[in-house]
């Protein structure tokens, strides 16, 4: 039976994939672990009344096991892995943190107005600390598989290239070699292609905190 998901409908296109990185990091894991599932596209400014019912809080992703719908992406790719341990995608824990930093430095570099804040420098070490990391480890975080850490954070290095490259005319340091050979690897992956989102509608999601 398939799994029922909610996620994100593109901005002023309510029949496309949108936006949100979180919703495509479960799409992913559902695609590598080959589950079948059905995703109901879900307009932000324009909940249906469905929907509300049954997550008050009007967040995505949610989705539906066992007749409950269950928020936050965290529970939900725990509970795949649960329900579908092959196969696993488990990271080991040793590497479960790696790069866990990246998005939140990035959010504040993208919005910051001040270029002496030290808020692209604060970004650049995240970065750096991941590439060194890949250096050992590599093609992915935690060496030959593709585990749950590097599929959260694809969709979210996805966001960096696209909103910095697009607002601030920036780009990831181009010494940053292993970096950039494993954002090619994941954005290249079959299941990431199928689940993400055109560049078009990642700069109108991140234009309202530009200009908010």
């Known amino acids: 039976m398939a799994i029922e998901i909610a996620v994100k409908a593109a901005a002023g296109a309510p029949d496309v994939l949108g936006d949100c990185p979180f919703c495509q990091r479960v799409l992913l894991t559902l695609?590598?672990?080959?589950?079948?599932?059905?995703?109901?596209?879900?307009?932000?400014?324009?909940?249906?009344?469905?929907?509300?019912?049954?997550?008050?809080e009007g967040k995505v992703p949610v989705a539906k096991f066992d007749d409950?719908?269950?928020?936050?992406?965290?529970?939900?790719?725990?509970?795949?892995?649960?329900?579908?341990?092959?196969?696993?995608?488990?990271?080991?824990?040793?590497?479960?943190?790696?790069g866990?930093?990246?998005f939140g430095s990035f959010v504040t570099f993208f919005k910051?107005?001040?270029?002496?804040?030290g808020?692209?420098?604060?970004?650049?070490?995240e970065l750096k600390a991941l590439d060194e990391h890949l250096k050992a480890h590599s093609p992915y975080i935690a060496g030959e598989?593709?585990?749950?850490?590097?599929?959260?954070?694809?969709?979210k290095l996805f966001?960096?290239?696209v909103a910095l490259g697009h607002f601030k005319k920036w780009t990831v340091p181009e010494d940053l070699t292993s970096y950039y050979k494993y954002t090619e690897l994941l954005f290249s992956r079959e299941s990431f292609v199928k689940t993400k989102t055109e560049e078009k509608y990642v700069i109108a999601g991140w234009e309202s905190k530009v200009n908010p």
């Open 119 to 125: 808020s692209e420098q604060a970004l650049v070490n």
């Open 100 to 102: 866990s930093k990246i």
């Open 159 to 161: 966001h960096l290239k």
């Open 68 to 98: 409950k719908w269950l928020a936050d992406s965290d529970v939900i790719v725990g509970i795949i892995e649960e329900k579908y341990p092959e196969p696993s995608l488990k990271t080991p824990p040793e590497f479960a943190s790696v």
């Open 31 to 56: 695609e590598e672990k080959k589950v079948t599932y059905k995703f109901h596209l879900i307009t932000l400014s324009d909940k249906p009344k469905w929907f509300t019912e049954v997550n008050p």
């Open 112 to 117: 910051s107005k001040d270029p002496s804040d």
């Open 145 to 155: 598989k593709i585990t749950a850490a590097d599929l959260s954070l694809a969709p």
